[in-house]
């Protein structure tokens, strides 16, 4: 008479039964946290006061445009966040097209303070191309973002 060995399914299920058995074991004897560990970015922890160095640290302020109901927007991220920013909308002769201070607010995509502004100006354009710029002032940190290329409507009476 001869022994037979255990199916090899049953191998498999065993083994991951106490495995599974000691991840849990292991889970629950984890310390629990009982505050959240504040948080840093970019070397400087969440609610610190701004210095110059943690400013010169900073990410530089970036925007982006689209359309949304038949208007130039315009969207941003890497402000302050609380703080107030300054957007205009400018032809490529300096002409103000269109401006408005606004509050940068956390977003759960854009990182830092975002904007998003839906303006005054008319889009899409037929035919114009990128005939204008957009930028933005961070008054927090006193930074400019680079400047956006956009197009600009206008009207030709």
């Not at 310390?31 to 640290?57: N, W």
């Not at 006193?142 to 400047?147: A, D, F, G, L």
């Amino acid at each position: 008479m001869r022994i037979l060995a255990r199916s090899t399914p049953h191998r498999m299920r065993r083994t991951t039964a106490v495995a599974a058995s000691a991840v849990a074991v292991v889970a629950l004897s984890a310390p629990v946290a009982t505050s959240a560990p504040a948080t840093v970015r970019d070397g400087v922890p969440a609610g610190a006061p701004l210095t110059a160095e943690a400013l010169k640290k900073a990410p530089t302020p970036f925007l982006f445009h689209y359309t949304f109901n038949n208007h130039l927007t315009i969207g941003g991220g890497h402000f302050t966040v609380g703080g107030r920013v300054y957007l205009v909308v400018k032809l490529n002769n300096g002409k103000v097209m269109f401006s408005r201070w606004v509050t940068a607010q956390p977003h759960s995509i854009t990182p830092g303070g975002a904007i998003y502004v839906e303006t005054s100006v008319a889009s899409p354009c037929g035919g114009s191309g990128n005939n204008g710029y957009a930028r933005a002032f961070d008054r927090t940190t006193q930074t400019w973002s680079p400047r956006l290329p956009v197009p600009v409507c206008v009207r030709i009476d």
